[in-house]
């Protein structure tokens, strides 16, 4: 089955810079790649995806991109704020989701 | 439009016995599922379902019983409570088939085994 690894597993940026989550899966035949962000108590909240069709795509100040032959892709935030801070989870898959085990981010004033 | 509905929120069970956590849709999505949170390993499959009458395992399915007898009901039963399975459970909902279109999760039920 599918296997997705997260990175870092804890990140803490100031106010106002880039955070990166990176993630790798091992499976092929993945062909959908989406990122939740889950608040401390709250449901995971999808916050952008990707196909396998394409190879970057943005929504404001969040990108994911994606490398199918090295079976990796990522998420890029910008101009980090506050209540970007929670936990990230990426995750991979055609028929069913296999979830990374998420990365906690933490965003200082 | 109530999206995905759980209930209960939170329970308390002891060893050995049994419940059902229950699961709505009102989107008339095709593909359901069921996950469990545990700290630190992210979320993980139990059972999924393609449609109506269609059940399949996940990752981590011993233990747990599905059925799919609508497209709107997916309930997850407990057979036998053990101290393992205290967790946080979310369904989760997707508008096709497949997956392909982002899941739509409950707002989870927090389940503690004594």
């Known amino acids: 089955g599918e296997n997705v690894e997260q990175h870092p597993s804890t990140l803490s940026v100031q106010e106002g810079d880039s955070a990166v989550i990176k993630c790798t899966y091992s499976?092929?035949?993945?062909?959908?790649f989406p990122w939740y962000k889950q608040e401390l108590g709250k449901r995971p909240q999808l916050i952008i995806d990707?196909?396998?069709?394409?190879g970057e795509k943005k929504d404001q100040r969040i990108a994911v991109t994606l490398n199918k032959t090295a079976k990796h892709f990522s998420l890029h935030i910008t101009e980090t704020q506050p209540e970007d801070s929670a936990v990230y989870f990426c995750?991979?898959?055609?028929?069913?989701?296999?979830f990374g085990k998420g990365t906690m981010l933490l965003v200082s004033p | 439009n109530a999206g995905v509905t759980q209930t209960p929120k939170f329970q308390v069970l002891k060893t050995g016995q049994s419940m059902t956590l229950q699961c709505a849709q009102d989107?008339?999505?095709?593909?359901m599922s069921w996950y469990r949170q545990d700290p630190g390993m992210g979320l993980r499959l139990i059972h999924y379902?393609?449609?109506?009458?269609?059940?399949d395992q996940g990752e981590v399915p011993n233990g747990y019983n599905v059925s799919r007898s609508t497209t709107e009901d997916f309930p997850l039963r407990l057979l036998s409570a053990a101290p393992s399975q205290t967790s946080v459970y979310f369904c989760?909902?997707?508008?096709?088939?497949?997956?392909?279109?982002?899941?739509?999760f409950g707002s989870g039920t927090r389940l503690t085994v004594v």
């Open positions: 989760a909902s997707s508008s096709t088939g497949t997956v392909n279109y982002g899941y739509t």
């Open positions: 499976d092929s035949a993945s062909n959908y």
């Open positions: 990707i196909r396998s069709n394409v």
């Open positions: 995750a991979a898959g055609y028929s069913t989701l296999t």
């Open positions: 989107m008339n999505h095709e593909y």
């Open positions: 379902s393609v449609g109506a009458g269609i059940t």
